[in-house]
Nanobody
Framework: EVQLVESGGGLVQTGGSLRLSCAAS????????IGWFRQAPGKEREGISC????????YYADSVKGRFTMSIDNAKNTVYLQMNSLQSEDTAVYYC??????????????????WGNGTLVTVSS
């Protein structure tokens, strides 16, 4: 059974940092691309980053490029999203998800095969 469990969200001040974690089980990172999405209140879901080990793909949305870094710890079966220089517009629920396709699925904010339940990030001034 595939499971994705996000953690690490919370309240942070503008300019601060957070690291989100996604504990993964029931699949291999070699077989799926894994991405991070976010959805702010009243806005559409946005695919913001992706890694595909199988295809050597990596993707970051322009809105987070240079500030957010995604990484995979295979030994811990955990995916991380390091978020720096956070701004109010980064306030959203953040989800990790996997697809049997490539990172363009995340870039296009298309549906994924499996989703976590999300973790809330609130950036306050």
């Amino acid at each position: 059974e595939v499971q994705l469990v996000e953690s690490g969200g919370g309240l942070v001040q503008t300019g601060g940092s957070l690291r989100l974690s996604c504990a993964a089980s029931g699949f291999s990172f070699d077989d799926y691309a894994i991405g991070w999405f976010r959805q702010a209140p009243g806005k559409e879901r946005e695919g913001i980053s992706c890694i595909s080990t199988e295809h050597g793909d990596e993707y970051y949305a322009d809105s987070v490029k240079g500030r957010f870094t995604m990484s995979i710890d295979n030994a811990k079966n955990t995916v991380y999203l390091q978020m720096n220089s956070l701004q109010s517009e980064d306030t959203a629920v953040y989800y990790c998800a996997i697809t049997g396709g490539r990172c363009w699925v995340v870039a296009g904010s298309y549906d994924m095969n499996y989703w976590g339940n999300g973790t809330l990030v609130t950036v306050s001034s």
